[in-house]
């Protein structure tokens, strides 16, 4: 039963890991186009 | 298992898809479209990039098509460790650069390419032999790319290889052509959205099909022991070893990313690459662990091809929707490379060869740009052509891969030590060369004295390895300490061992040959260079001003 779990999360941790990291991307990006559209300036 | 084979397509389906993607990608581009585009921004996005999208590009750059292939095979080869031996150092690729980028962004705040900071420091010699590196790597990228478009195209519909090749090097061409480098950066981001929400979904949906983890527990009674080890050393020294080696060349190789570490904030610098680094480890570790999967489960890789094994499982355990998305996936990771490639082809062309030796320092902004787009227009052209004729990449790897060992330590160390000459860093690549081909194509007998010199450059070239990883993260003192100690231990242990891994030796010996002949012909210069003329020497090409021909003068030459 432990392995089987422990198998699991080896496996699951990296799609949950991608999850993170893609969340973290997009609030950047989010704040990001709002700071340039208060200044007025392109995003990229 | 192998009854089923590849979910099959129509050819107007994947004309479809291809369609939407590239359709969709170049829509994109015309948000961000200027009128008039400027060098800096084609070139560098005006070195503004912020977090967000600066992490999104760096990871959507360094995941192409190859990666996601290569960690299911280890995954499957090697077992438990296999896809961390692959995606691990490749992550760590981007993090132990960026300590070193910061320094690059401090020299030359205003730059463009690693290779213009290093004419700054050197002259047109060693400028030029980092330019090449990275021109080679990046149309050898560019090559790969294309050619997996064309054999994921070939194996899921009836459409032709060549089809799937020049529809990839078409579409790439459209979206990057206009605004180069911020064409690249902003659709690298929505890329970048769309694989990281695929992987999330197809890594537990395949785990689930094929069984779950109970199926998983079940399948290491079909492993070796090596591969039921987490700690293998058979992973670790045929993966994982020589990717260790790779990292900093890698790095310092590749244009790619040299390009964002001028482009983003100089604030954003580390949260962008550490962040990058997160990314990229998580989503190839990951789609790794799907050979893992299919090796658990007794998958045989449909024509021995190990790199069937993803589409297969794909095809194996899920519905035609999920392979369509898989699809997607491989065509945006290998599209955000091969654009990426092309900017920094036409980036390399357009200010190491033209701006800083044709134009000489005063270039015309209007030809720079069209000089970059030449060079992406000739650039898919020769992609197209190389990735249709399957040419045998092996001995331009090879060689690209030496080189990039070769310059590690005199473009580093150029960028730290005022005595570092011209001659010094050349002389240092060129005697590296050498001995990396007489020791990888054992081009002298290796055996007694012979064997055991090479040997000795590959335990110094190991000292150099670590030495400048722990001198890029805690300084002078740590980095000679670890680079002594390590030197120590492969004096102690590699001897009378490495000559049975002669690849590894050769790798090592051009990291070991190049910082021997440099730091030995900089002990013998008297020269002293100041750093702040670098600043001077690197600029703005939109606003470029006649050359000062006195500043090219060395300052302990004055």
Redesign the interface.
């Known amino acids: 039963m432990t ?3 422990a ?2 999360a ?3 941790i ?2 949950a ?6 969340t ?9 186009i709002n ?1 340039a559209r208060k200044a007025g300036k ?3 | 298992m192998n009854e089923i084979e590849f979910t099959q397509f129509s050819a107007t389906t994947v004309l479809l898809l291809l369609a939407a993607f590239y359709g969709g990608t170049y829509l994109l581009t015309l948000l ?1 479209r200027k009128e008039k585009e400027d060098t800096t921004g084609f070139m560098v ?1 005006g070195h ?6 600066g ?2 590009s760096m ?1 959507a750059t360094w995941i192409w098509a190859a990666s996601f292939y290569a960690a299911a095979t280890s995954g499957y080869t090697y077992g ?1 460790s296999g896809p961390i031996h692959y995606g691990l150092w490749g992550a760590l690729m981007i993090l132990f650069i960026y300590p070193f980028g910061r320094r690059f962004r401090q020299l030359a705040p205003n730059g463009h390419t690693l290779g213009e900071l290093i004419h700054a420091r050197h002259g047109t010699s060693s400028q030029l032999i980092l330019a090449g590196s990275n021109i080679l790597g990046s149309i050898i990228s560019l090559m790969v790319n294309f050619t997996a478009a064309g054999a994921l195209v070939s194996v899921l519909s009836p459409l032709s290889f060549q089809t799937g090749v020049i529809v990839a090097g078409v579409g790439v061409l459209a979206y990057t052509l206009t605004s180069g480098f ?1 064409a690249s ?2 659709t690298d ?1 929505a890329q ?2 769309a694989l ?2 695929i ?2 979904i197809i ?2 949906a395949v ?1 689930f099909a094929a069984g ?3 199926i ?2 079940a399948g290491l009674s079909r492993m070796t022991r090596e591969q039921a080890d987490l700690f293998s050393m058979d992973a670790i020294l045929n993966q994982g070893a020589p990717f260790f080696v790779a990292v900093l060349a890698y790095a310092i190789g590749n244009q790619t990313i040299s390009q964002r570490l001028f482009a983003v904030r100089e604030d954003n610098i580390k949260s962008t690459f550490v ?1 990058a680094t ?2 990229y ?3 190839v ?2 789609l790794g ?1 799907i050979g ?2 299919a090796l658990s489960v007794g998958i045989e890789p449909i024509n021995g091809n190990l790199n069937n094994l993803i589409p297969q499982m794909v095809s194996t355990y899920l519905s035609p929707v999920f392979v369509a998305l898989f699809f997607i996936l491989v065509i945006g990771s290998l599209s955000s490379t091969a654009d990426s490639d092309l900017s920094a082809l036409s980036t390399i062309m357009m200010a190491d060869v033209y701006g800083k030796n044709i134009a000489r320092d005063n270039p015309n902004p209007t030809t720079m740009l069209l000089v970059g787009r030449i060079t992406m227009i000739v650039a898919t052209a020769a992609g197209l052509v190389f990735a249709s004729f399957s040419l045998d990449i092996l001995v331009m790897l090879v060689f690209v891969g030496a080189l990039w060992g070769a310059i590690v330590f005199p473009v580093i160390v150029s960028c730290y030590w005022d005595r570092v000459t011209n001659a010094a860093f050349t002389w240092s690549v060129v005697v590296a060369m050498a001995l990396f081909c007489i020791a990888r194509f054992e081009l002298l007998e290796m055996t007694g004295i012979t064997v055991l010199i090479f040997e000795l450059l590959a335990s110094v070239g190991g000292a150099v390895v670590i030495g400048l990883m722990a001198f890029g993260f805690f300084g002078r003192i740590t980095g000679l300490i670890a680079g002594a100690l390590t030197l120590v231990v492969m004096l102690l242990f590699a001897t009378g061992f490495l000559r049975d891994y002669m690849v590894l030796v050769a790798s090592l010996t051009a990291y070991g040959a190049s910082a021997i002949v440099c730091t030995l012909i900089t002990l013998f210069s008297q020269e002293r260079f100041d750093f702040d003329l670098i600043k001077q020497r690197v600029g703005n090409y939109d606003d470029a001003e006649p050359a000062d021909d006195s500043a090219l003068i060395p300052e302990g030459a004055k």
Do not use: N, Q
């Not at chain 2, 503004?48 to 999208?53: C, Q």
């Open positions: 392995s089987t779990w198998y699991a080896y496996i699951l990296w799609p890991l991608t999850l993170g990291v893609l973290v991307i997009c609030r950047a990006v989010i704040r990001d700071k392109d995003l990229i | 961000i996005a503004h990039v912020g977090f967000g999208m992490a999104a990871t438990v911020r950066v902003f981001f970048l959205v990281m929400a992987a999330i890594i537990p785990l779950g983890p109970e998983m527990v962040t997160l990314g480890g998580a989503i570790i990951g662990m893992l999967i």
